[in-house]
């Protein structure tokens, strides 16, 4: 069995590993507070280009968003999205079990637009009955989406223009950040990201990391008594310093960059076999995910041989699946995946 089915599948890139066990036996204070942290972050804050930001490390995905959400929105309001993105989706009802609903906006390939935020505002705050209804109180997005798809910074100059000019803030989650900005049609910088958005995070799970996602917040006001609330939702880890090293060795030397360019490099050549085997693309991803359409019966016997991620039902004869390629993915694997293609 050959395994593609996601980008989370390994341990840690070695250098992470050889950093811990060089820093097992040292004495470090807890929850972010020691020195491997304070190194992250100035490193994060200087390949962002933003000498100020408030820099946390979490473990995951999903309790970042939740904590993120929770922290800047008040009780009766609620959070933008697209129909596809990971908290309408793949979270089990996280933020609606944290109090806020989730709006989904008209989207195209997994985006939004800065348009739609702006109709959907304007209708709401046209409504006489608002007062009594869910107010929109921030934007969520992803870079890559959901569908492995990019905001170009045109269009993401967009999406901030219009949240700034509703004082709501724009938060992007980067689980994937890294192979979004290794993509060849990538123009969106990290130090663009740090202007345009009010705040968003650095994935460290699915780009080399054990766990860990660190969340940067370029206003560091912009939630007063952050820490606290980061506590009660269960998501400060005490054992801070292992999330502070994981980073700090993933922002040496532009380890998270080098190792996000192959990812890239791997899912390229992935594309092209795939084309040249004929096989029909779902959606145009520029990065580590690929999505194919792929006919029921043929996918059965695909399942014998290699793990795939199950992503939905294309009609009745057609599934749509998704492979991914990673920091970690072996050119012979992807050479052994192409062959029983
Ligand atoms: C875009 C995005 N955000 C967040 C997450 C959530 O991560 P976790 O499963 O670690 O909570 C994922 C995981 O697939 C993701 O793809």
Redesign the pocket.
């Given at each position: 069995m050959i395994h593609f089915e996601s980008d989370y599948l390994e341990g840690a890139h070695p250098k992470i590993l050889e950093r811990l066990v060089e820093t097992n036996m040292d004495k470090t204070e807890g929850y972010g507070e020691d020195p491997y942290c304070a190194s992250a972050r100035d490193k994060i804050r200087k390949a962002c280009d933003c000498p100020n930001a408030a820099i946390y490390f979490l473990v995951?995905?999903?309790?970042t968003?939740s904590t993120v959400i929770k922290a800047l929105l008040r009780s009766f309001e609620g959070v933008m999205d697209a129909p596809s993105g990971?908290i309408s989706c793949?979270?089990a009802g996280a933020i609606e079990a944290g109090g806020h609903k989730v709006f989904p906006l008209p989207s195209v390939d997994g985006k939004i637009s800065g348009e739609e935020v702006d109709k959907f505002m304007k209708a709401f705050l046209a409504d006489g009955n608002r007062d009594h209804m869910v107010r929109p109180g921030m934007v969520y997005i992803?870079q890559p989406t959901?569908y492995g798809t990019l905001y170009t910074k045109k269009e993401l100059e967009e999406l901030s223009k219009v949240c700034r000019a509703h004082k709501i803030p724009l938060f992007m989650?980067g689980?994937?950040l890294g192979y979004g900005l290794a993509a060849s049609c990538n123009d969106v910088t990290l130090p663009d990201i740090a202007r345009l958005c009010d705040i968003f995070y650095i994935g460290g799970?699915k780009v080399g990391a054990l766990f860990g996602e660190a969340l940067v917040m370029p206003d560091p006001d912009l939630i007063p008594d952050f820490f606290p609330m980061i506590k009660q939702m269960g998501a400060s880890l005490a054992k801070g310093r292992l999330l502070g090293i994981q980073f700090e060795t993933l922002f040496t030397d532009d380890l998270y960059f080098k190792i996000s360019k192959h990812a890239i490099e791997m899912a390229d050549k992935l594309e092209q076999g795939l084309k040249d085997k004929g096989y029909k693309f779902y959606i145009n991803s520029p990065t580590n995910q690929k999505f194919i359409i792929v006919d029921n019966g043929k996918l059965e016997e695909l399942g014998k041989s290699i793990f795939y991620e199950y992503v939905e039902a294309y009609d009745d004869g057609h599934t749509v699946i998704r492979f991914c390629t990673s920091w970690a993915t072996a050119e012979e694997d992807l050479d052994k995946l192409l062959a029983l293609l």
């Open positions: 995951g995905g999903t309790q968003n990971h793949h979270e992803s959901e989650d689980a994937r799970t």
